[in-house]
């Protein structure tokens, strides 16, 4: 990683956490009480780190150009203040439209458009860059190039991969929210058709007895597989693929029926040894086709080396590795929002 690129990445961080200051202290201050005003779950507002790099080259190019610093200092926050309102724009744009949720509304202020941009903040962005370009940046940079390359590159990477992993868990909390609330209004035949599905497993002790065991943070055993189940379902109904497999092999692939927490009950090797006693419990009570009983016996891939073989194993696959990271992120932030929000969408009568 280059001594520029890293630089980038930390001025990046230092600013999109100064945002994330600025916002919350005023949220808080105008709500009374603590907001967390991110859409990541650290302290930090990454637009504000785009925004502000975005600022820094703008004022490069002005100064390279425009000789006269009067006429200099307008065009900058002429062109500052558009290209901020863009970005603003732009991502407000994609979080309504792939979350479902506005995090910031302008509707009530003169000039806007469609809420995620006023004149009143667009000239205020303006401004702001100004004052950044001319007195917080120099300083900010100042401190940025006294320590020596190694710890800056260090920083840089540490950096890089706590906002992958933040991203990553943040999109999918937000994801399951937006899906969840998408849920809540399916239309009755989806849910009759799903319940038609897993209608007469549910109704089985040996899966009832699944609601007995912890499986991550507090969604036991058979809420994680409901949860597996049904997003197999959804996506393998949308790609035209065997939806019915999907979702019994989702509801069945964690049919093992111990605390995997105890090592003595046989949780030692859970991760690598449960698809075969989950596969073994299956076939004491049901007859399963080819796909259900691949899905249940390679549902851990990659940690188990048999590779799935059919489309609808890798669906199952992927959504247990998505509900497995939501419920253990709940469990982290104390965040407990149920993946259905307490609605049944199957029946078992």
Same mark, same amino acid.
């Given at each position: 990683?280059?001594?520029?690129?890293?630089?980038?990445?930390?001025?990046?961080?230092?600013?999109?956490?100064?945002?994330?200051?600025?916002?919350?202290?005023?949220?808080?201050?105008?709500?009374?009480?603590?907001?967390?005003?991110?859409?990541?779950?650290?302290?930090?507002?990454?637009?504000?780190?785009?925004?502000?790099?975005?600022?820094?080259? %703008? /004022? *490069?190019?002005?100064?390279?150009?425009? !000789?006269? $610093?009067?006429?200099?200092?307008?065009?900058?926050?002429?062109? +500052?203040?558009?290209?901020?309102?863009?970005?603003?724009?732009?991502?407000?744009?994609?979080?309504?439209? %792939?979350?479902?949720?506005?995090?910031?509304?302008? +509707?009530?202020?003169?000039?806007?458009?469609?809420?995620?941009?006023?004149?009143?903040?667009?000239?205020?962005?303006?401004?702001?860059?100004?004052?950044?370009?001319?007195?917080?940046?120099?300083?900010?940079?100042?401190?940025?190039?006294? $320590?020596?390359?190694?710890?800056?590159?260090? =920083?840089?990477?540490?950096?890089?991969?706590?906002?992958?992993?933040?991203? =990553?868990? +943040?999109?999918?909390?937000?994801?399951?929210?937006?899906?969840?609330?998408?849920?809540?209004?399916?239309?009755?035949?989806?849910?009759? *058709?799903?319940?038609?599905?897993?209608?007469?497993?549910?109704?089985?002790?040996?899966?009832?007895?699944?609601?007995?065991?912890?499986?991550?943070?507090? /969604?036991?055993?058979?809420?994680?597989?409901?949860?597996? +189940?049904?997003?197999?379902?959804?996506?393998?109904?949308?790609?035209?693929?065997?939806?019915?497999?999907? =979702?019994?092999?989702?509801?069945?692939?964690?049919? @093992?029926?111990?605390?995997?927490?105890? $090592?003595?009950?046989?949780?030692?090797?859970? !991760?690598?040894?449960?698809?075969?006693?989950?596969?073994?419990?299956?076939?004491?009570?049901?007859?399963?086709?080819?796909?259900?009983?691949?899905?249940?016996?390679?549902?851990?891939? $990659?940690?188990?080396?048999?590779?799935?073989? @059919?489309?609808?194993?890798?669906? %199952?696959?992927?959504?247990?590795?998505?509900?497995?990271?939501?419920?253990?992120? *709940? !469990?982290?932030? !104390?965040?407990?929002?149920?993946?259905?929000?307490?609605?049944?969408?199957?029946?078992?009568?």
């Amino acid at each position: 990683m280059s001594k520029d690129f890293s630089t980038e990445l930390l001025l990046f961080a230092v600013y999109a956490l100064g945002g994330w200051l600025l916002e919350t202290v005023y949220a808080s201050v105008r709500q009374q009480h603590f907001v967390n005003r991110g859409f990541m779950f650290g302290c930090f507002c990454p637009i504000y780190g785009f925004g502000a790099l975005l600022i820094i080259h %703008v /004022a *490069e190019w002005t100064g390279a150009r425009i !000789g006269d $610093p009067f006429v200099r200092g307008i065009a900058f926050i002429c062109v +500052s203040a558009v290209l901020v309102t863009w970005l603003e724009y732009i991502t407000g744009l994609i979080l309504d439209k %792939v979350f479902q949720r506005k995090w910031w509304d302008y +509707s009530g202020n003169q000039w806007n458009l469609g809420g995620y941009v006023c004149m009143e903040y667009s000239l205020l962005w303006g401004l702001i860059a100004y004052l950044l370009t001319e007195f917080l940046h120099p300083a900010v940079l100042g401190m940025l190039e006294m $320590p020596p390359a190694g710890i800056i590159t260090a =920083a840089a990477w540490c950096v890089l991969v706590y906002f992958i992993l933040d991203a =990553a868990i +943040s999109i999918s909390v937000e994801w399951f929210r937006c899906q969840s609330a998408a849920r809540s209004t399916l239309r009755h035949s989806d849910a009759e *058709e799903y319940s038609a599905c897993v209608a007469d497993l549910l109704a089985l002790e040996q899966v009832q007895r699944m609601d007995m065991f912890i499986q991550h943070g507090r /969604a036991t055993c058979l809420k994680h597989s409901q949860a597996v +189940s049904f997003l197999s379902y959804r996506i393998c109904r949308k790609c035209k693929l065997d939806y019915r497999s999907a =979702a019994r092999g989702g509801l069945l692939h964690d049919l @093992f029926l111990y605390d995997w927490h105890d $090592p003595a009950a046989g949780g030692r090797w859970h !991760g690598f040894t449960h698809p075969k006693a989950a596969l073994r419990n299956a076939e004491d009570i049901l007859s399963l086709n080819r796909i259900e009983r691949d899905i249940i016996v390679k549902h851990m891939w $990659p940690l188990t080396p048999a590779v799935p073989r @059919f489309r609808e194993t890798w669906v %199952v696959c992927l959504a247990d590795k998505i509900v497995t990271c939501h419920e253990f992120m *709940e !469990g982290v932030t !104390g965040r407990h929002e149920h993946w259905n929000n307490g609605k049944k969408l199957y029946k078992t009568d």
